[in-house]
């Protein structure tokens, strides 16, 4: 194992799902049956996480589930240590305006935020939020956003003149004393110069290994040009159980109810897609409804998930010692950080924090010391 790991986990403020075929963004039918996310659901969540030793939680952030702000502000307050990882697309607020949000998020919950910046992909769901950029235009614009975040940070007066933004004086009552980290995904050159510049951790979905191990050069090569250096994070799913035929037994469960049709035209849909790292993930399966085991795209990294939810679409599958070891195999390519979740949330949350990150502690606690 590399040195010690960070391990975040999932907030599902669109509410939680029990299997893939119950992931279908129908709240109608998932408030009949499925854990709503309501602030009781979300802080039993929150304090397992802290509890199990997770080091924040992520919120997603779209039109599909709760503001992500105001979710983890109400939850900050039922929970002492655990880091809010917070999404949220620049498109839709002021960046001044923002960094006043971070100074009063940070001061109310003892320096426990970190932000995830989503440039947004799919036009539909930009135009929802009145923002009609094409995604060229809208990577461009988050540039000039993070330079004015940072920028209103440092305190004092900032001004800034660019394509989007034209800001005078701009400044925070309160400075910020411990500027959260900032994570960015995204695989299209726009992304990845983006994260070059301005992330601290740049996130990329659960491909296999040497898909990894690519995009890492990539970016790392990049954010060399701007003379910075980045940690990488990676978003994906799990199934751990105390034994691997536990494991893939509960992964063909996952896939029960799921219909052909919906999966083939799923799939057309994410191939379609204008986020480049949801038609990577959609290239992972061929849209077809296979058996578990015949979704497993590198030992142990599953391809079920992406049959129906868009997003990040593989899951580490096995014993506590096998998800434990794949995340080591990432671990070596530079990989320092993960975020995690499962079906359901509080069920999966519980097999990784007492199953796997005992493995993973135990490895880094027996690695040799290196000078």
């Known amino acids: ?37 309501t602030l009781e659901n979300l802080t039993k969540l929150v304090r397992t996480a802290e509890d199990l030793g997770f080091e924040a939680a992520l919120t997603p952030t779209g039109s599909a589930c709760e503001d992500s702000w105001i979710a983890t502000a109400a939850l900050a307050q039922h929970s002492e240590k655990l880091k809010f990882l917070v999404a949220f697309r620049p498109g839709v607020l002021s960046p001044t305006l923002a960094a006043q949000e971070v100074s009063t998020y940070q001061r109310f919950t003892g320096n426990r935020l970190a ?6 992909g799919e036009d539909v769901e930009m135009r929802r939020y009145g923002d ?44 910020v004393t411990t500027a959260p980290a900032i994570y960015f995904g995204g695989s299209s050159p726009e992304a990845i110069e983006v994260a070059a510049e301005h992330a601290d951790v740049y996130l990329t979905w659960g491909e296999t290994p040497d898909q990894v191990a690519e995009k890492i050069a990539e970016v790392r090569a990049a954010a060399a040009r701007h003379g ?51 038609r990577r993930m959609a290239a992972l399966t061929t849209g077809e409804l296979l058996d578990a085991r015949s979704l497993e ?25 096998d998800v434990a070891a794949l995340f080591d195999e990432y671990a070596r390519l530079g990989i320092s950080e993960f975020v995690l979740s499962g ?27 290196t000078a």
């Open 228 to 278: 910075r250096t980045l940690r990488y994070g990676l978003r994906v799913h799990t199934v751990a159980r105390p034994t691997r035929d536990e494991a893939w037994a509960r992964a063909e469960e996952l896939l029960a109810d799921l219909d052909p049709q919906q999966v083939r035209a799923a799939h057309e849909r994410f191939l379609q897609s204008g986020s480049e790292g949801q």
């Open 343 to 369: 079906y359901p949330q509080i069920e999966e949350i519980a097999h990784v924090g007492t199953g796997v990150l005992p493995v993973v502690r135990a490895a880094e606690q027996a690695a040799p010391v």
């Open 1 to 37: 194992m590399s040195d010690h790991l960070k391990f975040h986990w999932y907030l599902p403020t669109h509410g939680d799902t029990t299997t893939i075929a119950d992931n279908q963004g129908n709240f109608q039918l998932r408030a009949q049956s499925h854990l709503l996310p």
């Open 132 to 175: 009609h950029l094409d995604k060229a235009a809208r990577y461009r614009r988050t540039g000039e956003f993070l330079s004015i975040l940072r920028g209103v940070w440092r305190g004092g007066e900032f001004s800034f003149r660019g394509e989007f933004y034209q800001v005078d004086s701009a400044r925070v009552a309160y400075p």
């Open 297 to 321: 795209v590198h030992p142990g990294l599953w391809a079920g998930p992406s049959l129906l939810r868009d997003g990040a679409g593989t899951a580490a599958v096995g014993s506590y010692d």
């Open 115 to 120: 932000i995830n910046i989503v440039t947004g």
